[in-house]
T-cell receptor
Framework: DAKTTQPTSMDCAEGRAANLPCNHSTISGNEYVYWYRQIHSQGPQYIIHGLKNNETNEMASLIITEDRKSSTLILPHATLRDTAVYYCIVRPGTYKYIFGTGTRLKVLA | EAGVVQSPRYKIIEKKQPVAFWCNPISGHNTLYWYLQNLGQGPELLIRYENEEAVDDSQLPKDRFSAERLKGVDSTLKIQPAELGDSAVYLC??????????????FGPGTRLTVL
């Protein structure tokens, strides 16, 4: 299973874009990149996922490099409520999600 | 649309006591998952159900843990007897199915277990 590497923590000013990187250099061709976040005392919340192309939804944008070895989750206008642990998951061709320890994003007022 | 419901949200028990957690998945979701999350760590899968069948329980410690999903909807996870090391958050998730196009998982709020 492909392993992901994320920074342990990041800070972002409120109203600015938050760019969360993820390295998945061993990803294979049929593996999707998923992003979840977990706000304190809540369960993980699905954000977005993608295979090759960049994706955007109402919550965020996902930018996947052409070689697929890394990706960036972008929260365009971070708010205090976006403070959470963000998990980047490379999902093999099965249902299994393997969570790492994620990036702790703190949005500062 | 209602999300995944779990109860109780918090549970404190003495070691060697039994404990049970309940999960109601999103309506229409055939696949149900139980995860364990230790402090500071990501969730780890314990068991996956397809309808009422446990199709992957390889990570479930079967000496003390058991689970059931009668009628393919609600599910219960039980620990008997509980040990100090079982203190953690127990998360339930559900998805429409388990294929690439249907397996986005939606999580409940979890049950925080404290074993004294």
């Amino acid at each position: 299973d492909a392993k992901t590497t994320q920074p342990t923590s990041m800070d972002c000013a409120e109203g600015r874009a938050a760019n969360l990187p993820c390295n998945h250099s061993t990803i294979s061709g049929n593996e999707y990149v998923y992003w979840y976040r977990q706000i304190h005392s809540q369960g993980p919340q699905y954000i977005i996922h993608g295979l090759k192309n960049n994706e955007t939804n109402e919550m965020a944008s996902l930018i996947i490099t052409e070689d697929r070895k890394s990706s960036t989750l972008i929260l365009p206008h971070a708010t205090l409520r976006d403070t959470a642990v963000y998990y980047c998951i490379v999902r093999p061709g099965t249902y299994k999600y393997i969570f790492g320890t994620g990036t702790r994003l703190k949005v500062l007022a | 649309e209602a999300g995944v419901v779990q109860s109780p949200r918090y549970k404190i028990i003495e070691k060697k006591q039994p404990v049970a957690f309940w999960c109601n998945p999103i309506s229409g979701h055939n696949t149900l998952y139980w995860y364990l999350q230790n402090l500071g760590q990501g969730p780890e899968l314990l068991i996956r159900y397809e309808n009422e069948e446990a199709v992957d329980d390889s990570q479930l410690p079967k000496d003390r843990f058991s689970a059931e999903r009668l009628k393919g909807v609600d599910s219960t996870l039980k620990i008997q007897p509980a040990e100090l090391g079982d203190s953690a958050v127990y998360l339930c998730a559900s998805s429409l199915g388990a294929s690439v196009s249907t397996d986005t998982q939606y999580f409940g709020p979890g049950t925080r277990l404290t074993v004294l």
